[in-house]
């Protein structure tokens, strides 16, 4: 199996599979309403919504990144806004768009050959990281997120 294909395991594993660490993304978000993906239970902390929305703007931008094998600045806003009010619908949209952004991010991982793994891609902050890292961080902030969304849970 090549390395790139492990990777792709992974990001499925930490989003909708059977993540080491426990529940994947898609475990943790089951069963929320529109009215607690908007909910803000702590002052001064996001919404599950909003990171949905998170979410979906890095899986597309790892995404491009790597089927380009450049850097390219967020073509969307990093924390994009989230209907106070929104209907059932509109979170459904939310979630479509994130396992969207998901998929299109493991097809570019296992698109992608294992020699071009050390290609180097710009971050926001300057730094140089290879893809490797990009693609690993990726399922590592999956499941950052599924851990704040599981304790925003316990407050609704």
Known sequence: MRETQRIADQLRR???????????LHT???GITAAQAAAHPLPGVHSIGELVRHLTTWA????????????TPLT??????????????????ARQELQSAHQRLVAAAEALPDDALEARVLQED??????YVVLHGSA????????????????L
């Open 140 to 155: 590592q902030h999956y499941l950052y997120h599924a851990g704040q969304i599981a304790l925003l849970r316990k407050f």
């Open 28 to 30: 943790t978000l089951a």
């Open 126 to 131: 300057g730094a140089e990281v290879s893809l």
């Open 14 to 24: 930490a989003f909708d599979g059977d993540a080491w660490s426990g529940p994947s």
């Open 60 to 71: 597309g931008t790892v995404a491009w990144r790597v089927e380009q094998r450049q850097s």
């Open 76 to 93: 969307q806003e990093d924390w994009p806004a989230f209907a106070a009010a929104p209907d059932e619908s509109a979170w459904q949209q």
